[in-house]
């Protein structure tokens, strides 16, 4: 059985590591688990987990100016708790096969930090992943599969196009506990840069998949699909700049006009439906929200 300190919001976080794989300090606030992440709080809602051994904690460094982050991760013991209350088989919950507590260097005097060139990337990558989820909160729909470019355990979302294989950011498929209602899909790609050229190109061979029906194996020909683009930089005037040039192509803009959603990352977890941009009608393509009794 969990210690008493381990509450349901701190389950919830152990919920939410199996579906990311991972969390920021950041992602505590974006989630609601704890009202401001920022403050002296967050220690004393993870400290119980870090003693248990529940999750573990990283200090990550990036070479590109975000200095200093720390991730935390789920363990197998934290996997246990998560299948033990949740009535689930513990290899069915996605945890990392690493110790636990406070990852300490060699002379067990200082946290241990790893460079990852890739941090901010996945960071922001979450975070899309937490604001899809608090918008289907209010809808009758939840997630129902997830595959994330860095989770190799699982295996990364890949399509086949034109012989070669090309890997979205990720994968997720949401549906509804009410009968008649369709599965929706979304291929998930965050740009962190401003190079237009490469963020038109990497939009293009998605919209190529969905013409070619590439999608179509991962979520079935009858459900419907989008691409979800998020851009996660400063200069956001290169990425209106990205959907102009896509608007020239003549040929391939119905697809981005009917299968694309595009939205800035900070407004997309502040307003998730309402940053959505698309232009294939005022109906956007996401569940739609759910009436409440009074």
């Known amino acids: 059985m969990p210690s008493t300190q381990i509450t349901p919001k701190r389950i919830d976080f152990l919920r ?9 300090t950041r992602h505590l606030a974006e989630s609601g688990l704890i009202e401001n992440a ?3 709080s967050q220690s004393a809602f993870f400290k119980p987990m870090l003693d248990q051994l529940l999750v573990g904690r990283i200090t990550v460094v990036s070479p590109y100016g975000i200095g200093k982050r720390v ?6 013991k934290g996997a246990e708790l998560v299948a033990e209350a949740d009535g689930l088989d513990v290899e069915a919950v996605r945890y990392v096969p690493l110790r636990g507590g406070i990852a300490r260097a060699a002379d067990g005097t200082k946290e241990e930090g790893l460079v990852r060139a890739d941090f901010p990337h996945k960071e922001a990558y979450v ?6 989820e ?3 909160d209010r809808t009758d729909y939840q997630v129902t599969g997830y595959q994330h470019y860095y989770d190799k355990k699982r295996g990364v979302p890949t399509f086949e196009l034109g012989g070669k294989r090309f890997r979205p950011d990720g994968l997720v498929t949401v549906g509804s506990h009410v009968a008649g ?3 929706y899909a979304f291929a998930i790609e965050v740009h962190r840069h401003s190079d237009r050229r490469k963020i038109a190109e990497q939009l293009l061979r998605h919209a190529q998949a969905i ?13 419907p699909h989008f691409v979800l683009s998020v851009y996660a930089a400063e200069n956001v005037a290169a990425m209106r700049q990205v959907i102009e040039t896509l608007k020239q ?3 391939m803009w119905p697809y981005f006009e009917r299968f694309f959603l595009f939205a800035e990352l900070s407004e997309l977890t502040a307003d998730f439906y309402g940053a959505c941009g698309y232009f294939g009608g005022q109906k956007k393509p996401l569940p739609p929200l759910a009436e409440r009794g009074a």
Do not use: W
Request: net charge positive; glycine share 8%; hydrophobic share 35%.
């Open 127 to 132: 975070s899309v992943l937490i604001a899809l």
């Open 249 to 251: 192509d003549r040929a």
């Open 71 to 76: 991730m935390y991760y789920l363990t197998r």
């Open 38 to 40: 920022m403050s002296y």
């Open 181 to 183: 209602t369709p599965q």
């Open 134 to 136: 608090r918008y289907l």
């Open 211 to 223: 013409r070619e029906g590439a999608m179509s194996p991962h979520f079935g020909k009858g459900n």
């Open 16 to 24: 939410m590591l199996t579906r990311t794989g991972f969390a920021s």
